[in-house]
């Protein structure tokens, strides 16, 4: 049944799917990694260089979807079913030809690409196929994302969920046949997983259009698609390029912080390896729920109900603190026994155990920060969040993380002291920006 613009959505069945979507995003490397580790070592190596090049290129596509997601909301909210169509085939087609950059040029440069990274040059070979052929499926991955962003702004979560699911399922037994080379079939090593990828994702891409046209009801018109509408995609990059330009200084500022706790020796930075992987899960509680309610605010925007809206985002950041308080609870009293399963290093554990009780602030602070930058970009308002966020990271993160962890030596729990300091700092920017009111006239629909 199609959910139409005007019916109220409910955070609960926006945001549980949108948790397991997520989850399951992450799991899709792991699985690789897990499977090919029983392989090869050499070969967990290749696949964790090909990934990260892989990943840069969905971080490209994805300020796109972000703002495509945005645009879509309001328009649903005002009843302009005629322009949030126009969206969707103008993102689409833009992210198409963002996508057939880039598989061109993994495919034509991925030799330099991996000399950049220095990839040692036995494990060049793997790393060269593998990312070649990963590389095949990143003009459908462009596109699914705009479809998958679409879904979700119509409020069907639950559709997206399932198609990720059953990539990870295709790619799971493809490993199983290429990898591990069962019914006789040959033992591909990081090829096999390369095909199990990109075979899972292409089924993806394939239910998702599927999916797409049965419950929004929007035909996949060919030409509007390729004629991307540039004053929808203005509206879209209003959105989408600060969005993603946060989120590339984000990465930037973590790769510095990360440098500092190299200073300290490799039992530091397995500490934090182990943490941050945590932390990724726990992360996407908040995460889902700014997300979920982003689709929310992104409705009421549209209908000019901001009464509603501003009501609505109080609600969901009361929820995110509350979910994420009890969950950081029981990582700081049980993650000590967590970290014990992937290591016997006491040094380690202690280390990552003294991260976990100052998770207790760190992680509702960063929930603060998403529910509430989530809730100003549906608004329209994305540029405060953007300038905010590079003032905080740079100013205040990436000094305070040197201060704290390096002179005055309080080590790994001076750095993520820090970077909590950052998010709470954020959060409350982003609150009194909301409390101001200013976010109310940003609206993307007349």
């Known amino acids: 049944m199609l959910v139409k613009p005007n019916t109220p959505l409910s955070l609960f069945s926006l945001t549980w799917p949108l948790f397991v979507d997520?989850?399951?995003?992450?799991?899709?490397?792991?699985?690789?990694?897990?499977?090919?580790?029983?392989?090869?070592?050499q070969g967990v190596a290749a696949l964790s260089v090909g990934n990260m090049v892989f990943e840069l290129a969905i971080t490209l596509f994805s300020f796109v979807s972000i703002g495509a997601s945005v645009v879509i909301t309001q328009y649903l909210g005002a009843n302009n079913k005629t322009a949030a169509s126009a969206v969707v085939y103008s993102s689409i087609g833009f992210n198409f030809l963002v996508g057939l950059v880039a598989a061109v040029g993994i495919l034509t440069g991925s030799t330099m690409m991996l000399n950049l990274m220095n990839l040692p040059a036995e494990l060049m070979a793997d790393g060269?196929?593998?990312?070649?052929?990963?590389?095949?499926?990143?003009?459908?991955?462009?596109?699914?994302?705009?479809?998958?962003?679409?879904?979700?702004?119509?409020?069907?979560?639950?559709?997206?969920?399932?198609?990720?699911?059953?990539?990870?399922?295709?790619?799971?037994?493809?490993?199983?046949?290429?990898?591990?080379?069962?019914?006789?079939?040959?033992?591909?090593?990081?090829?096999?997983?390369?095909?199990?990828?990109?075979?899972?994702r292409l089924v993806g891409v394939s239910i998702m259009m599927v999916l797409f046209v049965r419950y929004t009801k929007?035909?996949?018109?060919?030409?509007?698609?390729?004629?991307?509408?540039?004053?929808?995609?203005?509206?879209?990059?209003?959105?989408?390029?600060?969005?993603?330009?946060e989120n590339v200084s984000w990465m930037l500022q973590f790769m510095v912080v990360t440098s500092f706790v190299g200073l300290m020796g490799d039992k530091a930075l397995a500490a934090q390896s182990l943490y941050f992987q945590i932390c990724m899960f726990i992360l996407l509680f908040g995460l889902s729920i700014g997300i979920g309610n982003e689709i929310i605010i992104g409705h009421m925007v549209g209908a000019k109900q901001l009464k509603a809206a501003e009501h609505q985002m109080y609600r969901a950041l009361k929820l995110g603190l509350i979910v994420t308080s009890i969950v950081a609870l029981f990582v700081a009293?049980?993650?000590?026994?967590?970290?014990?399963?992937?290591?016997?290093?006491?040094?380690?554990?202690?280390?990552?155990?003294?991260?976990?009780?100052?998770?207790?602030?760190?992680?509702?602070?960063?929930?603060?920060?998403?529910?509430?930058?989530?809730?100003?970009?549906?608004?329209?308002?994305?540029?405060?969040p953007f300038f905010m966020g590079l003032f905080s990271m740079w100013c205040i993160a990436v000094p305070g993380a040197y201060y704290l962890g390096i002179h005055l030596e309080f080590g790994l729990l001076g750095i993520w002291a820090a970077l909590a300091l950052d998010e709470w700092v954020r959060g409350l920017a982003m609150l009194w920006r909301w409390r101001s009111g200013r976010w109310q006239s940003k609206s993307l629909v007349a």
């Not at 929007?218 to 995609?233: E, N, V, Y």
Request: net charge positive.
């Open 218 to 245: 929007i035909p996949l018109h060919i030409p509007s698609i390729l004629r991307p509408d540039k004053a929808m995609l203005k509206k879209v990059f209003h959105i989408g390029l600060p969005a993603a330009g």
């Open 333 to 384: 009293i049980w993650g000590p026994n967590l970290v014990g399963l992937f290591t016997d290093e006491q040094d380690i554990i202690v280390l990552v155990g003294q991260l976990f009780v100052l998770t207790l602030v760190m992680e509702p602070g960063r929930t603060f920060n998403l529910v509430v930058i989530n809730a100003l970009r549906a608004s329209g308002d994305a540029k405060f």
């Open 22 to 41: 997520f989850a399951l995003h992450f799991l899709t490397a792991a699985i690789n990694t897990f499977m090919i580790s029983h392989v090869s070592y």
């Open 128 to 200: 060269k196929l593998y990312l070649q052929i990963v590389g095949l499926c990143l003009i459908p991955e462009a596109m699914a994302m705009c479809l998958a962003a679409g879904m979700r702004a119509h409020g069907f979560t639950q559709q997206a969920m399932w198609v990720t699911l059953s990539m990870n399922v295709i790619t799971f037994i493809g490993n199983l046949l290429l990898l591990y080379g069962w019914f006789g079939l040959p033992q591909m090593g990081v090829a096999g997983v390369a095909i199990s990828t990109v075979v899972g």
